[in-house]
């Protein structure tokens, strides 16, 4: 019974259709992209919290890890069900804009299956640029001395993983 529970909380996603069940009510999750496509969606049983360590093992691994990959780590807070919070993300050295692109739209997906309103995030990274995040439709919310904090509001208008392709099938976008 405990290998069971345990292998529960520690579920992997590997596809969002199949998945969906599952995505909608775990609360953490580790989106992971490989050469900009999804690799897995590691659900979490406890929140990621943002320490000076993490960051440290974020900026060391970014430096010293070959290879296109990303994880963003997102949390759904307990007092604020309606809304998901970005709230760390790492890559390796040789990662690809599309990879960043590809775990922002799977993060897309998840508030569209939860049926969230809007993504949270606080953008402690200046090479994330103002201009970056508004073309992908964020938005400077509660403004601080201190934190630049993000707002992409949803409200049941949710942007598309997958497009329709000329042939009628479906076609992943970049």
């Not at 049983?45 to 943002?50: H, I, M, S, T």
């Not at 691994?61 to 993300?89: E, I, S």
Request: proline share 4%; net charge positive; glycine share 6%.
């Amino acid at each position: 019974m405990l290998s069971f529970s345990m292998a529960r909380m520690l579920e992997t996603v590997t596809d969002l259709q199949t998945g969906a069940e599952a995505l909608r009510w775990r609360r953490y999750g580790v989106i992971e992209v490989r050469n900009g496509q999804l690799a897995a969606i590691h659900l979490r049983p406890w929140p990621k919290l943002v320490s000076i360590v993490s960051v440290l093992w974020g900026q060391w691994y970014h430096k010293h890890v070959p290879g296109d990959c990303v994880r963003l780590y997102y949390n759904q807070p307990l007092r604020h069900p309606n809304f998901l919070a970005v709230k760390f993300a790492i890559s390796a050295r040789g990662t690809r804009w599309a990879s960043a692109l590809r775990a922002l739209k799977v993060l897309n997906e998840i508030a569209q299956i939860k049926g969230s309103d809007a993504l949270l995030c606080d953008a402690a990274n200046f090479r994330l640029s103002s201009r970056m995040l508004a073309r992908e439709g964020w938005e400077l919310h509660a403004a601080s001395r201190w934190h630049r904090n993000y707002i992409k509001r949803f409200y049941g208008s949710y942007p598309r993983l997958w497009e329709p392709a000329t042939d009628g099938a479906l076609a992943k976008t970049a």
